[in-house]
T-cell receptor
Framework: ETGVTQSPTHLIKTRGQQVTLRCSSQSGHNTVSWYQQALGQGPQFIFQYYREEENGRGNFPPRFSGLQFPNYSSELNVNALELDDSALYLCASSLAAGVLRNEQFFGPGTRLTVL | DQQVKQNSPSLSVQEGRISILNCDYT??????FLWYKKYPAEGPTFLIS?????DKNEDGRFTVFLNKSAKHLSLHIVPSQPGDSAVYFC?????????????FGEGTQLTVNP
């Protein structure tokens, strides 16, 4: 059983650019959530995808968007990057919705630096 | 609006002693609580969880206590080991079903000294 993987590990972009981060969920999981962890803070929920549909969104602007693919892997896209977008971006996968368990398995994260 | 708060940024304990990490929440809709541990350069790892219908859950050296009236939970680690040194996050969700969004606290850096 493979765990959650994310790519790339690190990324440096400049203000105004666009970025795409990728996540492969754990085998058997069809729900993917994305979180942003700024330095010294806890992870903050961005959005969640369940069976290729957005299934909840946190307090993030529309320039943060996502996709989930038929194999349940996922992308996070951020347009018009701002300095404050510099953070660790975490992807978490979980068992199918409706299962009475809320354990989310996290990937190692992508460290994004915006200059 | 910080709905989950961990007021202690850091905690230092001696090996073999008890570590107690605290967490407070404000949202009455939260009914499922989790603790995650995070090492540098790794994602958070699930440790233990508790439903609001319980006041205690134990797993080996880790015990989580929930006081619903005080909106407070704590994680006890006994005995503490140097390998427990990590950042611990408290998280909460409204709903036990898988996939509910998690609201995290700011984390507490635990250092266990040999």
């Amino acid at each position: 059983e493979t765990g959650v993987t994310q790519s790339p590990t690190h990324l440096i972009k400049t203000r105004g650019q666009q970025v795409t981060l990728r996540c492969s969920s754990q085998s058997g999981h069809n729900t993917v959530s994305w979180y942003q962890q700024a330095l010294g803070q806890g992870p903050q929920f961005i959005f969640q995808y369940y069976r290729e549909e957005e299934n909840g969104r946190g307090n993030f602007p529309p320039r943060f968007s996502g996709l989930q693919f038929p194999n349940y892997s996922s992308e996070l896209n951020v347009n018009a990057l701002e300095l404050d977008d510099s953070a660790l971006y975490l992807c978490a996968s979980s068992l199918a919705a409706g299962v009475l368990r809320n354990e989310q398995f996290f990937g190692p994260g992508t460290r994004l630096t915006v200059l | 609006d910080q709905q989950v708060k961990q007021n202690s940024p850091s905690l230092s304990v001696q090996e073999g002693r008890i570590s107690i990490l605290n967490c407070d929440y404000t949202n009455s809709m939260f009914d499922y609580f989790l603790w995650y541990k995070k090492y540098p350069a790794e994602g958070p790892t699930f440790l233990i969880s508790i439903s609001s219908i319980k006041d205690k859950n134990e797993d080996g050296r880790f015990t989580v206590f929930l006081n619903k009236s005080a909106k407070h939970l704590s994680l006890h680690i006994v005995p503490s080991q140097p390998g427990d040194s990590a950042v611990y996050f408290c998280a909460a969700s409204a709903g036990e079903t898988s996939g509910s969004r998690l609201t995290f606290g700011e984390g507490t850096q635990l250092t266990v000294n040999p």
